[in-house]
């Protein structure tokens, strides 16, 4: 065998100097395996008593994780979003934050610690040399990781310690609450909200920019108008989420332009009102070609003809605009004569 086959040949020798002068070679291996060092029991493998302890020790940790999810949650219903308080040395912070995030950390925390304390000082603490192997697993060692695993469960006492396995089951199982809680701020369910818009019988259209009613003579072929419904104004609280649902576009059309017969009945002396918000995905519609009576979404593109049902021509809409049914009343003004006949917006009745 070469000196390359064998690496422990070039190894140095140890050499000593005797009493008469000669060298004495000692081949010993100064990089030689020290082994393991002794076997030192635990406490607790030897004292029933010491185990005892431990196992409390880890249920009250478990037990501590769950305490603090349901304070988690207590918390999370208790404080209001607005409520701050004074910690040394952080200063004044919110108290909802403050506490979901102890809450939730001391949750985390113990069933860590609870972990790692029940494997220190009650799993198995015998040491285990096992031999390099290659990467790819032979059946047999499946089959012994297997048995190891079987081994290993067993020895944790996993079936024995019943106090810890239903300690950790809890604090495992309540933990995702704290996920679960953190929904609610997703806000309040839309129920039938995005069916309807302010525009009901007998409200006045009014102009957008002068804040009047319009009259039909208000309306000038080829122009192209936008109303809000009487009564929202600008500094209300639900403006913006109302004008979302209820801008209209109003434009005028020579009544023998106007293709389609509901369209026609909806309107009055070539009047027609739309919804200004887009099929797609809900832009506000801006653009209008007086000689095709086409409006134009700028986000992309889509075009509806406003003499034919605001059916789509063009673009990624699938769906014609809604038309507000007007007529006018007894002073002359533009009123509508009802809500939409189906939701505004991008395509919500196809989730109906
Ligand atoms: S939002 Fe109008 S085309 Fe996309």
Known sequence: MSSQENPEENLPSVQEKTEHGSVAVADENPFADPGLPPHEHRVQDIDERAAKRSERAVAFLFTLSMLATIGFIASYVAFPVDKSVYIFPIGHISALNFSLGMTLGVALFCIGAGAVHWARTLMSDV?????????????????????????????????????????????????????????????PLPEDKLRHTLWSKGKLLV?????????????????????????????????????????????????????????????????VAYSKICTHVGCPISLYEQQTHHVLCPCHQSTFDLSDGARVIFGPAGHALPQLRIAVNEEGYLEALGDFAEPVGPAFWERG
């Open 207 to 271: 102009n957008m920019n002068t804040n009047e009613p319009l009259r039909p003579s208000d309306i000038a072929v080829g122009s192209l108008t936008f109303a809000k419904p009487e009564g929202l104004e600008e500094h209300d609280h639900d403006f913006q989420k109302e004008i979302a649902k209820a801008a209209l576009m109003i434009v005028r059309i020579q009544p023998d332009d106007i293709k389609d017969k509901q369209e026609l009945e909806w309107s009055h002396e070539g009047v």
């Open 127 to 187: 040491e285990v040399a096992d031999e390099r192997h290659p990467i790819e697993a032979e059946p047999e060692v499946k089959a012994k990781v297997m048995a190891d695993f079987k081994a290993g469960a067993a020895e944790s006492q996993f079936g024995r310690r019943k106090l810890i396995r239903n300690t950790m089951f809890g604090a495992l199982a309540m933990v995702p609450l704290s996920g679960v809680v953190l929904l609610r701020d997703l806000g």
